[in-house]
């Protein structure tokens, strides 16, 4: 039997972010994958002959600037290319646009509302101070409250720190964003509704609440986040999509020295006295190892990688509270030419950025009330990119793909997920965009439409939530997956947990596995 | 003129009367002003048919702090808990009554989910021990979080540990829930739709959200502040009467040389070199003083009453971005008979308690949705109460009054508006719907009275019509409470004070905003040596 330091079962992007920091400080890291490919929810594939897809994550969103350093992700083929533009197609056949060039943007907005123009810079101002604050959060091991530890103070008094440092205006700011719902919080700023719908659509993502639900709010940060990194745009494409990403983390793995294995499904995490020993595999081979790190979503990692009586039972239950409620759909298109929007006809450089279909907060809090009676929303929130417009590559010469990220749509949907309901989603989606976009159906020549409950067979995804469980406010930081297992930690000895439903989770981020390996480095003595 | 005064209070409300016995009691000469015929604010029960009375207050009289009444040695404030406290339709002619005791209760719930019996005593645990640590922060003025917040939060965890045997790992617990939707929370609990219904109701009490909106479980916890625990909604009446509280209040306030001049509206705080003067009345009338205590709402206060020069254009905005959205309403009904429920176990024991007639969170998450676009649910979600049953003296003798409280009915309303057919078209749907559980309710019914938002705006002079005088939401709590930089009861201008609803720690609280405020007033009058 073969016996490895480190062991990390599943290869998205946090659990090879994970094995390329713990074999870059020189453990013998082993990565198990259990499709035939690396990346997880970020993967590229070609799903029809010719065209390739990011399947599900589609872009990139606050990669930490210190991995890219750290480990030199450029030389291994990262390569970001700029999303810079959203066009919102209003009801009234006119659009809402945002560009790359700020005055531009500007111009446009006064264009629907003056005053919405002047608010926005000083919105911007303000959102950009709190990411300052809030962004060194996602590099914190979350401290545990409930402990009187010296570490564990003094990660709560650096916590208060950050806030403290704010200042009251912006600490009350703060307060209300946290707590607030996106549309109320964008009320006290804006009055042209598109606008406010559009902006407070990213705090829905992922999320099985409505832009009028408290705790949509803070959401709209991230977007901040990334624009100050400076490194790089808040959004943006890998050039040859989300699982050249993954590829180029694994490249960094393997020049450190791991290995990667895929095809290779772990069954169950080997446990003896109370100590994780290694892992058995689905095939029956079992691998040895004193650490083993799970990449997977937090039940998947409590109670079936390991038997469930092998943790305390309070930590169970707390972890079958943990809620998924997988929300979002995606459609892949595969376009035998450039669709033309109603509102900009011809291919305009908007075709190189986002086309958002949130034309009011009415439309996404309808979408929402869909959702909540469990049913797809039959006017849906729709996040659409034409990758092939940046990256020939994704497409054979003249043709296209799009790739709409669609909400909502819930993993419970009532009477369940059957073939036909899911073309019925499919419709539903096309028909929305072709209000937009009446040439669509006719450029379609490929079409790829993944439920929420796809979304769990294939990337395993405990009921398609993409970001390995909710990002609400009870889920986050230290109550992240679970009050007390915050660090990385589980209550097996030499089990650890690296995926996106640990601090800070969430997008192509990296952020979960990067201060997983550090914890797991530190806690062995490195 | 009489003689000078130190304070004037606005608003002879509970918060009104208690910070000016508070005021009084500590030597200050008090003057109220209440813009109604009586004291009382929305405490007051009042005639609205020959020989029956109401009072539009919401399902319960609230929680007295302990502290409070100490201060002003209010005696007999006893509360009557029912034993039922909540009754919810369980199915055609079925009906769940739960007990203010939770193994007399957990029988109940036995009936249609034995899992859900079995966790209903750790449940009420739960909450009782989660709503008592918001107890203890309702008797202290908000954490001043800005300056330092670990420093202040400490203390606070302290004092929850004094008072209720509070360890860190239930300040996490807390942390944890109240930005939960109730739904959620009951979810992870029960399985039963009526129990969860039942209970579910207190987490969207006057508020516009529905039970999947997020920090409704703070809200479920903020309505069982002072219950006993495992009683859903069961802070009781008072023992002594309808009008008990006021009674006292009034008592102990003149007893201290309270002055209360009712129908006297005050139209403006009159300002003097950057800090309050006194009042004018909308006789025209000027009363001078040093300080004004006003327990209207902070944006009819602060918008309403001081002129726009003397304040922050930012502070202005802060406060007109409060959240009202008054959206229940009241029907008050004078019955010839009770009401009969097939179904209802042991009636006259139930109707002591409340009716809840929604039976499944998502009914009531479909009443609310209708409110977010501006309308009203052809389903409204209805509560029903029999004050009479409590308090015969409110009805002719054999007759009864009944209040039902609904919610969602938003002040805005995007299609109609709040006149007199909407008014009744209202309380037509509502008298139907209350016949949908009890045949022939509507031939009992003498009268009725509808008071909508816009109603209660008009007779309370409450923005909106909101009787929580700003939302419980969490962004408008604590130290958000009315608006960051005022919620320690003093506005940014000198001598001018909030103490009503609309502050910490918020509505369903008697007294425990004007105590506060005129604490703190205090505090600041003997600063400068209690002078003028």
């Known amino acids: ?526 | 003129m009489t003689a000078p005064v130190d304070t004037i209070v606005i608003g002879a409300g509970v918060n009104g009367l208690t910070a000016a016995a508070t005021l009084a009691k500590a030597g200050q000469r008090v003057l109220v002003l209440e813009r109604g015929e009586a004291a009382g604010g929305q405490a007051r029960n009042v005639e609205f048919a020959p020989g029956f009375r109401a009072g539009p207050l919401g399902l319960d009289a609230g929680w007295l702090p302990p502290p409070v009444a100490r201060a002003l040695g209010l005696r007999g404030m006893e509360r009557t808990v029912p034993d039922l406290t909540v009754a919810v339709p369980a199915g055609p002619k079925e009906w769940l009554a739960l007990s203010r005791d939770p193994s007399r209760a957990a029988e109940a719930i036995r009936r249609h989910s034995a899992r859900d019996a079995e966790k209903w005593g750790a449940f009420a645990a739960r909450v009782a021990k989660l709503s008592g640590f918001l107890e203890a922060l309702y008797t202290i003025p908000p954490p001043d979080i800005d300056s330092s917040a670990l420093a202040d939060l400490l203390p606070l965890l302290g004092v929850a540990r004094k008072l209720r045997g509070l360890g860190r790992a239930d300040m996490v617990e807390l942390l944890r829930t109240i930005p939960m939707s109730v739904q959620e929370l009951l979810d992870d609990w029960f399985e039963g739709a009526a129990l969860k219904a039942g209970v579910g109701a207190g987490g969207v009490r006057d508020i516009r959200q529905g039970p999947r909106s997020g920090g409704t479980a703070f809200v479920l916890l903020h309505h069982q502040v002072g219950a006993p625990a495992g009683a859903v909604g069961g802070r009781g009446f008072w023992t002594a009467g309808p009008d008990a509280l006021i009674t006292r209040l009034l008592e102990v306030a003149r007893g201290s040389g309270v002055l209360i001049r009712s129908g006297a509206e005050v139209r403006q705080v009159v300002l003097r070199d950057d800090r309050s003067a006194g009042v004018v009345l909308a006789s025209g009338e000027e009363i001078g003083s040093a300080r004004v205590l006003s327990t209207a709402d902070p944006a009819r206060t602060l918008l309403g009453m001081v002129d726009p020069v003397w304040l922050d254009p930012e502070f202005r905005l802060a406060v007109s971005n409060i959240k009202f959205r008054g959206s229940s309403s009241k029907v008050l009904y004078a019955l010839d008979a009770l009401p009969e429920l097939p179904g209802l176990p042991e009636p006259a024991r139930s109707l002591l308690g409340t009716l809840s007639l929604t039976g499944t969170l998502d009914e009531l998450e479909r009443a609310a949705d209708a409110a977010k676009y501006g309308a009203i649910s052809d389903r409204l979600h209805i509560e029903l109460q029999v004050p009479s049953l409590r308090w015969p003296e409110l009805a002719p003798p054999g007759k009864h009054v009944m209040v039902a409280h609904l919610q969602w009915t938003p002040y805005q309303l995007r299609d109609r508006a709040w006149n007199e057919p909407g008014r009744a078209a209202l309380g037509d749907g509502v008298t139907a719907r209350i016949s949908e559980v009890a045949p022939g309710f509507a031939s009992r019914v003498r009268h009725r009275e509808v008071l909508t938002p816009v109603d209660m705006e008009a007779r309370y002079g409450l923005s909106e019509g909101a009787v929580t005088q700003g939302e419980m939401t969490l962004d408008q709590i604590l130290f958000m409470r009315p608006v960051a930089g005022a919620a320690r009861y003093a506005t940014p201008i000198e001598g001018l004070y909030l103490g009503g609803a609309g502050s910490h720690p918020g509505s369903g609280i008697a007294g425990g905003p004007g105590w506060l405020a005129a604490r703190q007033l205090l505090r600041d009058w003997h600063d400068r040596g209690a002078q003028g």
């Not at chain 1, 545990?144 to 009251?168: E, V």
Request: net charge neutral.
């Open chain 1, 1 to 526: 039997m073969k016996r490895y330091d480190a062991i990390i079962v599943g290869g998205g992007h946090n659990g090879l972010v994970t094995a390329a920091y713990l074999a870059r400080a020189g453990r013998k890291t082993l990565v198990l994958e259990r499709r035939p490919l690396v990346g997880g929810a970020a993967v590229t594939e070609e799903v029809f002959p010719g065209f390739k897809f990011s399947v599900y994550s589609y872009v990139v969103s606050l990669l930490r600037p210190e991995i890219i350093r750290d480990l030199d992700l450029p030389r291994h083929g990262l390569q970001i290319l700029p999303l810079e533009s959203t066009v919102v197609p209003l009801d009234n056949g006119d659009y809402l646009g945002s560009w790359a060039d700020g005055d531009l943007t500007r111009r446009e907005l006064a264009r629907h509302s003056r005053k919405d123009a002047e608010a926005a810079t000083l919105f911007g101002r303000l959102m950009h101070h709190m990411a300052m604050a809030v962004k060194p959060i996602l590099a914190m091991v979350p401290p545990d409250p409930a402990s009187l530890a010296p570490s564990d103070l003094r990660g709560m008094l650096r916590f208060a720190g950050h806030f403290r440092s704010l200042g009251a205006e912006r600490f009350h700011a703060l307060y209300k964003l946290m707590t607030m719902s996106s549309a109320d919080y964008l009320d006290e700023w804006f009055e042209f509704d598109p606008l406010k719908a559009t902006k407070s659509a990213s705090g829905i993502i992922g999320t099985f609440l409505g832009p009028r639900s408290p705790g949509t709010a803070y959401v709209l940060l991230h977007h901040y986040m990334g624009e100050i990194d400076g490194a790089f745009r808040a959004w943006g494409f890998q050039k040859g999509g989300t699982g050249a990403i993954s590829e180029t983390i694994a490249r960094a793995a393997r020049s450190f020295g791991a290995e990667i294995r895929t095809d290779a499904a772990v069954e169950r995490v080997l446990v003896k006295g109370g100590r994780a020993t290694g892992v058995a595999l689905a095939s029956g081979e079992e691998i040895a190892a004193p650490i083993v790190v799970s990449g997977l979503d937090p039940r998947r990692t409590f109670t079936q990688l390991v038997d469930p009586g092998e943790m305390p039972g309070d930590v169970v239950e707390a972890i079958s509270r943990f809620k998924f409620r997988g929300s979002s759909g995606k459609v892949n298109l595969a376009l035998s030419r450039l669709p033309d929007l109603t509102c900009l006809p011809g291919a305009g450089p908007h075709l190189r950025g986002a086309i958002s279909i949130s034309p009011s907060l009415d439309y996404l809090e309808r979408a929402y009330d869909d959702a909540k009676y469990g049913e797809f929303s039959r006017n849906p929130y729709m996040d659409i990119v034409i990758p092939s417009m940046i990256d020939p590559g994704m497409a054979p010469p003249g043709k296209h793909v799009m790739s709409i990220f669609v909400q909502y749509a819930p993993y419970a949907l009532s009477g369940g997920w059957t073939d036909a309901r899911r073309e019925a989603f499919g419709d539903a989606v096309v028909n929305t965009l072709a209000r937009h976009a009446p040439d669509i159906r006719s450029a379609i020549i490929g079409r790829q439409v993944l439920t929420p409950l796809d979304i769990e067979r294939t990337t395993g995804l405990t009921e398609g939530n993409i970001f390995a469980g909710e990002l609400a406010l009870h889920q986050l930081f230290f109550f992240r997956p679970v009050p007390g297992w915050a660090k990385y930690r589980t209550p097996i000895k030499g089990y650890w947990q690296c995926g996106a439903g640990t601090h800070p989770g969430g997008g192509i981020m990296g952020a979960s596995g990067r201060l997983a390996a550090l914890e797991i480095l530190r806690g062995s003595g490195a």
